[in-house]
């Protein structure tokens, strides 16, 4: 037996089960053979807690044993897939769903944006694994291809990161992600001649770059041992400046604190280039900018503290001279903009400019000069426009209900961009002029597959376990009746105070056409609703978050939208970590469920990739008391062997290195070591792949797969579609 001591107990004789007996060659009811899981007599000590981990082998993801394991769990899945009739069907109708032109912002922006003479936007084809850069001089003038991704590997894999124009326009330095890792490699581009330069700046992380005099501010982490790339844990990030035609390695250190090596930093630059506004975040703000520093850009003076408290909001929204203004959560839970004098930065001097509302201040940005501000009433967007000094003017006129993803401009633009979307409505592409207060369509898809208008969305509100009432979205066929047969499915996410928006899928249309619901719960432990609502899902508090997800499920039986045997449920990252906690309190709800990329180890994940960072949101299992909390509901330490489990699909890419893969790989051998056989329990492994898919082509496989199972498992038999 190996045991690893994890706090200052000593070894109990308390074991907490977890696995069994190797299973040789189990058969499931679908007549497929489950890969060998072998398990080991591992063992771990949490503060007195023996806990055994029988899979720990398989966070070895570069293991000989392991490659075998995921190899012969890709072929359980496509055997069971194969077997579905329709699965070519649904493939290609995927495919024919997302056969239309995108428009948007190149990464990490979400819509068109103007630097200097240029207006850069990219554009993605049909067919493309990629989208593309172009570039125009003015808005009347002919598009230019400036960077194509669909060149940098064969597989189509390679994707932009990072991408930040110069305040003239004269460079871009953008980043290159291979196979849908975070690791960008840097590099740097003269927009009007397309000529590369020689700049090369590798192992980033981040979307943060600060164009100043003839280079750039940046911030990486310590460069990750060979081998381990896509597990270390992410440390020491430091802030460096770039002059352009230099080696990286002559770099200028502009700030690293040695002593919080899991603080990672954002250095800005004000829009009239005299002030350095440095951000910091750390485990103990979950996130938040804890720490917020400026200094002018001279270096003659120190860095000057904004703020340091971890437990509000604050966004920098424009600094010009010694004025900022910003966005702060500091004695207004939902939101205000202030205005803050850099000589005397206290927020005891701080001046309001727009005061708290009733809805949610979300987003802000300065441009032409104004403020657009970007509301929340009840997960639905509003934008309002005020003066530089906080007078109100007017009110945006939205196409509708629904999303609006960003607003770009810049202080001296005449015009902005925004992108608004739905659960029924495509990314469409608004130009706004400021003097007119017209908005006008820049780019729309056009999908001819199908008729968006056949679908219809609504919002409803139900209760949950302790009286709240909780917002969801449902879309589906217009003209539903409500008799309880439709097959249905449920996602959610609830955390990190993240916002869960209803945003437009073309692939979700194959679902819906076939008489799916789909469903949208705003559960707590999101941002929909502010702090509060955060918190009342955070650290010790995440069952309510179970429980909301619970409650929708039941709501959506008891009003005759579907039932049990027809239910379905997905969730991303911790909504994957929320499927699987849900499935074990209450397996007979579902009939099929799918998480993907979950956090299901809740008690190591601090020891990967960015995983210290989540402690402030999850807990740790380094603390007595919130180790108790995280042992009784990680999905891996759960499953019960007494219960009739859904179907089960895992979704998990090899290249995750933000949720490393050993937790669905640990967590879906359990399973299958574990559950009640009468149900497919199975785990696709998508290669080239990161924490998302790392091209369209491999996302529309991944939907295809999942709705091959949903229809399959909930007797959704598809029909033709003319």
Same mark, same amino acid.
């Given at each position: 037996m190996v045991v690893s001591r994890s706090g200052t107990a000593k070894l109990c004789a308390v074991v907490v089960l977890l696995g069994g007996a190797t299973l040789?060659?189990?058969?499931?009811?679908?007549?497929?053979?489950?890969?060998?899981?072998?398990?080991?007599?591992?063992?771990?000590?949490? *503060?007195? +807690?023996? +806990?055994?981990?029988?899979?720990?082998?398989? /966070?070895?993801? %570069?293991?000989?044993?392991?490659?075998?394991?995921?190899?012969?769990?890709?072929?359980? +899945? /496509?055997?069971?897939?194969?077997t579905a009739p329709f699965r070519r069907q649904v493939e290609e109708r995927v495919r024919a769903l997302n056969a239309f032109t995108r428009t948007f912002g190149p990464k990490p922006c979400c819509g068109p944006f103007q630097a200097g003479p240029y207006i850069f936007f990219a554009k993605q084809e049909a067919g493309q694994p990629q989208p593309v850069v172009y570039v125009q001089r003015g808005s009347r003038a002919t598009p230019e291809v400036l960077l194509n991704p669909n060149e940098w590997s064969v597989d189509g894999t390679a994707s932009l990161g990072q991408f930040a124009p110069s305040?003239?326009?004269?460079?871009?330095?953008?980043?290159?992600?291979?196979?849908?890792?975070?690791?960008?490699?840097?590099?740097?581009?003269?927009?009007?001649?397309?000529?590369?330069? $020689?700049?090369?700046?590798?192992?980033?992380?981040?979307?943060? %770059?600060?164009?100043?005099?003839?280079g750039f501010f940046y911030a990486r982490p310590a460069q990750p041992p060979a081998g381990q790339e896509l597990t270390v844990l992410i440390e020491h990030h430091s802030v460096y400046y770039h002059r352009l035609g230099t080696p990286p390695g002559e770099d200028r250190l502009i700030h690293r604190e040695p002593e919080h090596p899991k603080r990672h930093y954002n250095l800005l630059v004000s829009a009239d280039d005299r002030t350095a506004i440095l951000l910091s975040s750390a485990p103990e703000g979950g996130g938040r900018y804890t720490d917020v520093r400026v200094r002018d850009l001279d270096w003659e003076g120190p860095w000057r503290s904004i703020t340091s408290d971890a437990s509000i909001d604050f966004d920098v929204v424009d600094v010009t001279g010694n004025v900022m203004l910003a966005r702060t959560t500091l004695e207004a839970p939902r939101g205000r903009i202030v205005r803050i004098n850099l000589q005397a930065p206290e927020?005891?001097?701080?001046?309001?400019?727009? @005061?708290?509302?009733?809805?949610? =201040?979300?987003?802000?940005?300065?441009?032409?000069?104004?403020?657009?501000?970007?509301?929340?009433?009840?997960?639905?967007? #509003?934008? #309002?426009? *005020?003066?530089?000094?906080? =007078?109100?003017? *007017?009110?945006?006129?939205? @196409?509708? +209900?629904?999303?609006? !993803?960003?607003?770009?401009?810049?202080?001296s633009d005449d015009v902005v961009f925004y992108i608004f979307t739905s659960l029924a409505t495509p990314d469409t592409i608004y130009r706004y002029e400021i003097a007119t207060r017209t908005s006008t369509v820049f780019a729309q898809p056009r999908i001819s597959a199908v008729d968006p208008n056949d679908f219809e969305t609504t919002q409803v509100f139900y209760t949950g376990k302790d009286g709240t009432r909780i917002p969801m979205f449902l879309t589906h066929k217009k003209g539903l009746s409500r008799n309880g047969t439709h097959p249905t499915l449920l996602e959610g996410y609830g955390a990190f105070g993240a916002i869960t928006w209803p945003m437009f899928d073309a692939s979700r249309l194959a679902l819906l056409e076939q008489g799916f619901i789909y469903a949208l719960a705003n559960i707590r432990g999101g941002g929909e609703y502010g702090a509060a609502w955060h918190e009342a899902g955070r650290g010790l508090?995440?069952?309510?978050?179970?429980?909301?997800?619970?409650?929708?499920?039941?709501?959506?039986?008891?009003? !005759?939208?579907? $039932?049990?045997?027809?239910?379905?449920? *997905?969730?991303?990252? $911790?909504?994957? %970590?929320?499927?699987?906690?849900?499935?074990?309190?209450?397996?007979?709800?579902?009939?099929?469920?799918?998480? /993907?990329a979950g956090v299901m180890d809740m008690l190591r994940f601090q020891r990967f990739t960015g995983g210290a960072q989540w402690t402030v949101e999850t807990g740790s299992s380094d603390d007595p008391e919130q180790f108790k909390?995280?042992?009784?509901? $990680?999905?891996?330490?759960?499953?019960?062997?007494d219960a009739e489990y859904p179907a089960i699909l895992v979704l998990i890419a090899d290249r995750d290195d933000r949720v490393v893969p050993a937790h669905s790989y640990k967590y879906a051998a359990a399973l299958q070591s574990q559950v009640n056989k009468a149900r497919p329990v199975l785990v696709r492994i998508d290669s080239q792949s990161g924490h998302a898919s790392s091209s369209l082509r491999k996302e529309m496989s991944t939907a295809a797969a999942m709705y091959t199972f949903l229809m399959r498992e909930l007797k959704a038999r598809p029909t033709p579609v003319r």
């Open positions: 040789p060659g189990a058969t499931n009811q679908r007549g497929a053979q489950e890969p060998n899981s072998r398990t080991v007599d591992h063992v771990d000590v949490y *503060h007195g +807690v023996a +806990v055994r981990d029988p899979y720990r082998w398989l /966070e070895d993801a %570069t293991a000989p044993e392991t490659r075998a394991w995921v190899n012969a769990q890709n072929q359980l +899945v /496509e055997t069971y897939l194969n305040r003239n326009g004269r460079y871009v330095v953008y980043g290159v992600r291979q196979g849908g890792s975070q690791w960008q490699e840097y590099r740097v581009i003269e927009v009007g001649t397309r000529r590369h330069l $020689s700049d090369r700046l590798q192992w980033i992380i981040g979307q943060y %770059t600060a164009w100043h005099g003839d927020p005891a001097n701080w001046q309001t400019l727009v @005061p708290e509302q009733d809805d949610l =201040m979300q987003l802000v940005t300065a441009a032409g000069g104004r403020l657009f501000i970007r509301y929340f009433r009840d997960v639905a967007s #509003r934008v #309002r426009v *005020h003066r530089l000094d906080g =007078m109100f003017e *007017h009110e945006l006129a939205l @196409p509708g +209900v629904g999303l609006v !993803k960003g607003i770009l401009g810049g202080p508090r995440r069952q309510t978050t179970f429980d909301d997800f619970i409650a929708a499920a039941e709501w959506l039986i008891a009003n !005759k939208y579907t $039932s049990a045997s027809r239910l379905a449920i *997905h969730g991303v990252s $911790s909504g994957g %970590t929320l499927v699987g906690a849900v499935v074990n309190q209450r397996p007979e709800l579902f009939r099929a469920a799918v998480p /993907e909390f995280l042992l009784g509901y $990680s999905p891996l330490h759960n499953i019960r062997r």
